[in-house]
């Protein structure tokens, strides 16, 4: 296809800011999971031992929580769900089971990238204010303390689960929604079938 | 050190003494003959040769507000008015309790680093401690603390070293007035419940001993004269391991595991039966 063709999808900014998130994210899920399970602990050797992981993870989620409200910022507003995407989220089941064709509304965000993005915002303010009374144990309230101890790996179970979710959907799922991640473009057939409100709203200008 | 381990923290099979039948050591401070003296907590600094680091001082005869990572030994003086408007001036010693169920061991993510001996003595590892802080959350007696240099937890180790060669804990060694005892801890519950029937003798109706239950009885047992207020004392009513602790420690993660295990197999199952999901080559609208 003529790159002419292509229709742009994610900006530059967009891009570089999406994968910030993934890389801090994932630096801060690997190091955490060391530490979730005894049967794990070999993953902290991965990335320099107990003590490292202690004292760099904290530091990864905070480059985490930075750019994630980076892209907050960009994106919340287009994160909005409108009566297209409470459909969608009706009819999930629908999606899953690839019966979704002719039935469910789609912009540039679809009703479940919306709400998985919701989940993972939510998770992440948890994360981070019981990440940063985890952080510091001596100085934190008891009480404050015994919360994040359960709050933190609740939140973290809750955003992994997200994200294998997110990461099937965007590699294996659907072919070419990598592409777009990184290159940023797509091709007018992908954008009519997987966002096709979108793709009438990037074509009428 | 003191013979096998029983339980090694972040290991999922117990310690290898865990199936070994021997006696337990205890300590026994007997509050009704503390006189104050301090003794204790010069003789823990001296025999691990901890500094002693000037702290704050909070208007009353105790060394300092609270234990420090280097000061694992504190008596606690605590002056209490009665119903009655008598005044109460408790001293109790304060260190580690050695609990027979740790709630720091429980908590702690470094395999190694928190193990529990047969003989009932909870120890901490630096070597292994990558400095989490996570086991002061799990302990209900707020004992253990860290080291802001090292970034290790330091606590009582109930002189270990001291107690795997036949010697008696330093504490126990310079207290002039037995107030402190070391022994077996059958011996000492014994010793421990002559005591209390001699106080309630004596009209002290509300003695009694300081064994909670809720961590599974501990190393460290008291003889209270008010054991009916162990608040009094500086001493925790109802000791147990934090439920949010046991919850994170046990079902969440099992749910977790599986949550997780279960995301990844969805996804393979998902994409077995469905395939991709299919894409136009074009628009239906392609001019």
Known sequence: ?205 | MSGALKAISATPQPGPGATRQTGTVAKLIDTSLCIGCKACEVACQEWNDQPFQVGAYAGTYQTQPDLAPNFWNLIKFNEREQEDGHLLWLMAKYQCMHCADPGCLRACPAPGAIVQYTNGIVDFNSDQCIGCGYCMTGCPFDVPKLNPVTKKVQKCTLCTDRVSVGLEPACIKACPTNCLSFGTRENLLAKAEARVEDLRADGRRGAGIYNPAGVGGTHVLYVLAHADHPENYGLPRDPRIPWTVALWKGPLKWLGNALLAGGVLGAVFHYIRFGPWKTKEEPDDAA
């Open chain 1, 1 to 205: 296809m003529p790159p002419d063709r292509r229709l742009a999808r994610f900006s530059l900014a967009e891009r570089l800011i999406h994968w910030s998130v993934a890389l801090s994210f994932l630096y801060a899920a690997f190091t955490g999971i060391g530490l979730w399970s005894p049967r794990l602990y070999w993953v902290a050797g991965i990335f320099g031992g107990g003590a490292t992981v202690s004292a760099w993870h904290p530091l990864g989620g905070l480059l985490f929580a930075l750019v994630f409200a980076l892209m907050s910022s960009r994106w919340h507003r287009q994160m909005r769900l409108d009566a297209d995407d409470r459909l969608w989220l009706r009819h999930g089941h629908r999606f899953i089971l690839h019966e979704e064709f002719g039935v469910l509304e789609s912009g540039r965000f679809n009703g479940g990238q919306k709400a998985l993005y919701w989940m993972q915002a939510a998770s992440a303010v948890i994360l981070v204010l019981s990440g940063l009374v985890l952080w510091f144990p001596e100085v934190m309230p008891r009480g404050v303390r015994l919360a994040a101890v359960l709050l933190h790996p609740v939140a973290a179970v809750a955003s992994l689960t997200g994200l294998i979710v997110h990461v099937y959907m965007g590699t294996a799922a659907i072919p070419g929604a990598l592409r777009s991640m990184i290159e940023g473009y797509v091709s007018r057939g992908w954008a009519a079938t997987h966002h096709p409100k979108w793709y009438r709203e990037v074509t009428r200008r």
